[in-house]
């Protein structure tokens, strides 16, 4: 069974830094792009960073510049260093995958983790 697991989330002042990661875990043959949403409460989850299998990012405007999505093949693990955080950044973030169990692609998010940013 393939699964996304999160961590690094919590509390932090605005203007300051999380360092968010995720982990695919399981049996699986490969893992293709993955990417960083975010869901604040009452709004609908959006992309936050993309990263693929060769390195290529893309960032969502609101965080170009202060978000760097990474990535390490070898671990199947993804980061998302957060910094300058606004209180605007605040919500459960995601994270995607697009992994190759035997033959066909399928899509896994994981379960989530809570970002809050004080004011």
């Known amino acids: 069974q393939v699964q996304l697991v999160e961590s690094g989330g919590g509390l932090v002042q605005a203007g300051g830094s999380l360092r968010l990661s995720c982990v695919v875990t399981?049996?699986?043959?490969?893992?293709?792009?993955m990417m960083w949403y975010r869901q604040a409460a009452g709004k609908n989850r959006e992309r936050v960073a993309t990263?693929?299998?060769?390195?290529?990012?893309f960032y969502d405007d609101s965080v170009q510049g202060r978000f760097t999505i990474s990535r390490d093949n070898a671990k199947n693990t993804i980061y998302l260093q957060a910094d300058s955080l606004k209180p605007d950044d605040a919500g459960v973030y995601y994270c995607?995958?697009?992994?190759?169990?035997?033959?066909?692609?399928?899509?896994?998010w994981g379960q989530g983790t809570q970002v809050t940013v004080s004011s």
């Open positions: 990263i693929t299998t060769d390195g290529a990012t």
């Open positions: 995607y995958a697009q992994v190759m169990r035997t033959i066909t692609w399928a899509d896994y």
């Open positions: 399981g049996i699986f043959a490969r893992v293709n792009e």
